[in-house]
T-cell receptor, first 113, second 114 residues
């Protein structure tokens, strides 16, 4: 079983839709959870950062972490064509040599006007 | 310039060539990273430097040779590469190696090995 599983898509939605992106993981030591957005021909940019379980909201974006299910989600409300990108989940444990990020493969999202 | 910059943005090289990738960060960070991003695969961590000292070599073949002369600059020297080394090479930096919440990426160098 891979450490982090992420459906690569592609996912295509109409403008204004609510988008749900998900990752599952197997390593129960992961405590830090991140979502990165990567536009074509660009490097990933950090979108959301969450520690442990719970929700975090930033504008149209909400990150959820359910450690009991080893499942994380990113919701995008009122999606815009400018949200079209690849979304990468990443996670890490804490302390010592466990700081390294483990990434999912990324989900390609297209928001159609 | 701000953030993390990488040069060149695109590189085509033959298997016998020697080339170098350059990364510079303007964020005052102390940790720098090289990642490889291949199609259909997750980002792979290659090397980590923390305060100019290499702290991680993720079983990377010796044809990739990193160099970190100071906390702001990172190089990846390439020689006798293989076609399967074609990928996007991303540089990143963070406050220190434990601060994954502050990890910022450069735009990457798209490498093609013929």
């Amino acid at each position: 079983q891979k450490e982090v599983e992420q459906d690569p898509g592609p996912l295509s939605v109409p403008e204004g839709a609510i988008v749900s992106l998900n990752c599952t993981y197997s390593n129960s030591a992961f405590q830090y959870f991140m979502w990165y957005r990567q536009y074509s021909r660009k490097g990933p940019e950090l979108l959301m950062y969450t520690y442990s379980s719970g929700n975090k909201e930033d504008g149209r974006f909400t990150a959820q972490v359910d450690k009991s299910s080893k499942y994380i989600s990113l919701f995008i409300r009122d999606s815009q064509p400018s949200d079209s990108a690849t979304y990468l989940c990443a996670m890490s444990a804490s302390g010592g040599s466990n700081y390294k990020l483990t990434f999912g493969k990324g989900t390609l999202l297209t928001v159609n006007p | 310039e701000t953030g993390v910059t990488q040069t060149p943005r695109h590189l085509v090289m033959g298997m016998t060539n020697k080339k170098s990738l350059k990364c510079e960060q303007h964020l005052g960070h102390n940790a720098m990273y090289w990642y490889k991003q291949s199609a259909k695969k997750p980002l792979e961590l290659m090397f980590v430097y923390n305060f100019k000292e290499q702290t991680e070599n993720n079983s990377v073949p010796s044809r990739f040779s990193p160099e970190c002369p100071n906390s702001s600059h990172l190089f990846l020297h390439l020689h006798t590469l293989q076609p399967e080394d074609s990928a996007l090479y991303l540089c990143a930096s963070s406050l220190d190696r434990g601060r994954t919440d502050t990890q910022y990426f450069g735009p990457g160098t798209r490498l093609t090995v013929l």
